[in-house]
């Protein structure tokens, strides 16, 4: 069996503002794909590639240290409100569409993450 860890709430906070800014690399991951050529020069000059690479590898970095003081099964549904972020960042930034279904799953997602973070506080 495995350690069993208390994670505090500076973890969880920690966590999820890798959760927010893995979100913003994905916006950033799409910017820079609506832009790909695959030749070294334009991947290189690829602004948008470049900084969704940059903070989605500073969210990672975030996430694992967050990981190195608490639960997995804790933390990690934490991350999935990056979903939340990404499909907000989406709506207001790309101009897609958000369906009742695509907030039904945020209110499930929510709800999920409210159930497994007050596993924290025990």
């Known amino acids: 069996m495995g350690r069993v860890k208390t994670v505090d709430w500076k ?11 893995g979100a913003i690399g994905q916006l950033e991951f799409k910017r820079g ?4 050529q695959w030749d070294l020069k334009a ?3 690829n602004h948008d590639l470049i900084l969704a690479v940059t903070v ?8 694992v240290h967050a990981l190195s ?9 934490i991350i999935a409100t990056s979903y939340i972020w990404t ?18 799953g945020v209110f499930f997602i929510l709800l999920g993450v409210a159930l497994i973070a007050t596993q924290a506080g025990r």
Not at 11 to 21: D, R
Not at 69 to 77: E, R, V
């Open 33 to 36: 794909a609506n832009n790909l």
């Open 56 to 63: 989605y590898a500073l969210s990672t970095l975030l996430y």
């Open 43 to 45: 991947l290189l000059t």
């Open 69 to 77: 003081k608490g639960n997995l099964s804790i933390l990690y549904p």
């Open 11 to 21: 973890i969880i906070v920690l966590t999820a503002v890798a959760a927010f800014m």
């Open 87 to 104: 499909m907000i960042f989406s709506n207001v930034f790309l101009k897609e569409t958000l369906t009742l279904t695509s907030w039904a």
